[in-house]
């Protein structure tokens, strides 16, 4: 049987990865932040929202211990985390500044890859946080990246369809070129190691995929050296599999699909036991927990399920769940309800509305100090650690960090206030104010697609292509469309 134990909706955007380690769940999304839970309750912890990373937030993954985590985004970087205290160890940046789509931490916490929508790998010394080496395909996004066991091999697969092994010296050691003729969306190692002949290892390898004409699945593939082996063809769900992972025995495979379900298989026998349909959206991430029968799913909903697994997960769905404590929620709704108050027009609330937001956040020590430096919305927006510290004299580091958090949270709600997603820049989530048209057709906030260009080699964000010139074209239709959307809400 499998039930539902709790949701978690605290991310605002599309939830993109999750992961267990022992006492933990960390998850992550286009709103740009990291949530970090305690695995004994879900309850968040303290230091959490991680707001580190400048865009989307695409993968996250524990170290073994579990006291370091490694975060991936559109802003070229790989930020390692402190599950202590959620302080930055390191910021990782990917050669070329290419948006990082995918990072994986070998079992042993001794390399960490990174992989990047241009197709450059970068293998790191995850101790020092030194860069030893890059390679990569070229023309093509890698998306999925998996260490086997002994953490010598890892293998990686791309929206062009190939699954790719390679050594510690980025050497192929095989590759199948059509693994998946519409992408391979991820993939991941057993946790076991098989003997074989002559004592060679036999990692098993699932890698989730788009596939064609209706049909869904998983194919499993066992690695002999320079060879790719098919073992089963998994098709129990209807539409493109997105994400895939395998309990900590190796016995129980689960994945999430474009057609919003979850399936957990028998791993060994390619049995499906089981198929949960709770999202009401794409399903986006999953994993097992590494001690406990937990399994935790992500969503384009916005939403984390947290499953509990029993008798082999062999009995039927329970459509209900316990929900989050009443009280928790509760509070929860509630200040996201005051953060949202005026969610588009923050840039131009009074000095009155900002003091207001004060009190509603618990912070209502500060408003004389804002109205002394007459701090209105557009201001409040701008806030930096520096202007915290040396404008308003605010010396308490965790006061500043507070703050900034929920300011961050102010401008994320726009992405869940029913905005059209038409007027949302692609490479910020915010509602835009000078829109533009790039080379790619698409439509940008100006300042946010010139710093882009001006650090990621004139490549579009949309498409990773180049753009064949820096013009950008004042979109004028679509300014009045947001400022009508605007005056309307």
């Not at 399903?283 to 590494?290: D, I, L």
């Not at 989530?429 to 697609?449: Q, T, W």
Request: aromatic share 6%.
């Amino acid at each position: 049987m499998a039930s539902l134990v709790c949701t978690l909706q605290d991310h605002q955007d599309d939830v993109n990865w999750c992961s267990f380690s022992a006492k933990l769940l960390a998850t992550c999304s286009g709103d740009k932040t990291v949530r970090v839970y305690s695995t004994r309750d879900f309850s968040e912890l303290p230091f959490s929202p991680l707001t580190g990373h400048g865009y989307s937030v695409h993968c996250v993954c524990f170290s073994t211990c579990g006291q370091f985590l490694a975060s991936c985004s559109t802003d070229a970087t790989t930020v390692v985390w402190s599950t202590v205290t959620g302080d930055i160890e390191a910021v990782l940046e990917h050669p070329g500044r290419s948006s990082v789509r995918i990072c994986a931490l070998s079992p042993d916490s001794v390399h960490l890859v990174s992989g990047a929508s241009d197709g450059t790998l970068a293998l790191w010394d995850f101790p020092s946080k030194r860069l030893l080496r890059t390679g990569g395909v070229s023309d093509t996004t890698m998306v999925a990246c998996s260490f086997s066991p002994c953490s010598q091999i890892f293998a990686t697969g791309s929206t062009y369809g190939d699954l790719r092994l390679w050594d510690l010296d980025l050497n192929q050691l095989g590759a199948e070129k059509n693994a998946h003729d519409l992408g391979v969306s991820c993939c991941t190692f057993a946790p076991s190691i098989l003997s074989g002949q002559n004592r060679q290892f036999h990692p098993l390898l699932c890698p989730s995929y788009q596939p064609s004409e209706g049909l869904s699945g998983q194919i499993c593939r066992s690695f002999v050296p320079w060879k790719l082996q098919l073992l089963s063809t998994l098709t129990g769900q209807s539409a493109p599999v997105l994400c895939c992972s395998f309990s900590s025995d190796g016995r129980l495979l689960v994945s999430g699909s474009v057609d919003k379900s979850v399936t957990i298989y028998d791993a060994n026998n390619a049995v499906l036991l089981h198929t949960l349909t709770h999202h009401e959206r794409y399903v986006t991430a999953c994993c097992f927990s590494p001690v406990s029968p937990l399994i935790a799913t992500g969503s384009m909903d916005k939403s984390v399920n947290i499953w509990r697994l029993e008798d082999g997960c062999r009995g039927t769905e329970q459509k209900g769940g316990k929900s989050l404590p009443e009280e928790s929620a509760q509070t929860s709704s509630e200040g996201q309800a005051s953060a949202s108050r005026s969610k588009l027009l923050v840039a131009d609330w009074s000095e009155e509305d900002v003091s207001e937001w004060l009190v509603e956040e618990g912070l209502q020590g500060l408003v004389d100090r804002f109205k002394a430096n007459n701090m209105d919305g557009s201001e409040l927006l701008r806030l930096t650690k520096e202007t915290l510290a040396s404008e308003l004299g605010i010396e308490s580091v965790g006061l500043r960090a507070k703050l900034l958090r929920k300011v961050e949270e102010l401008k994320n709600d726009s992405v869940c206030s029913g905005i059209p997603d038409e007027f949302l820049c692609p490479i910020t989530r915010e509602l835009m104010k000078e829109p533009v048209i790039a080379a790619d057709g698409y439509s940008y906030e100006r300042e946010a697609i010139q710093i882009w260009i001006n650090t990621k080699n004139r490549s579009s964000p949309m498409t990773n292509l180049p753009l064949l010139t820096t013009l950008l074209t004042p979109n004028h239709t679509l300014k009045m469309a947001i400022s009508r959307w605007k005056t309307s809400h």
